[in-house]
């Protein structure tokens, strides 16, 4: 599971691949940054 930063909302998403679009905004994909995983103990 990768995460994906919003950078127009900053809404998170998580997802396998990369979304089309932003679910809270609708920015396009070109928004999304891709941010490791949060990897916990
Ligand atoms: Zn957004």
Do not use: H, Q, T, W
Request: glycine share 8%; with cysteine.
């Amino acid at each position: 599971m990768a995460v994906f930063k919003c950078a127009e909302c900053g809404a998170v998403l998580e997802a396998r691949c990369k979304p089309a679009k932003c679910k809270n905004c609708g920015a396009e994909k070109d928004k999304l940054v891709k941010e490791e995983a949060p990897k916990k103990g």
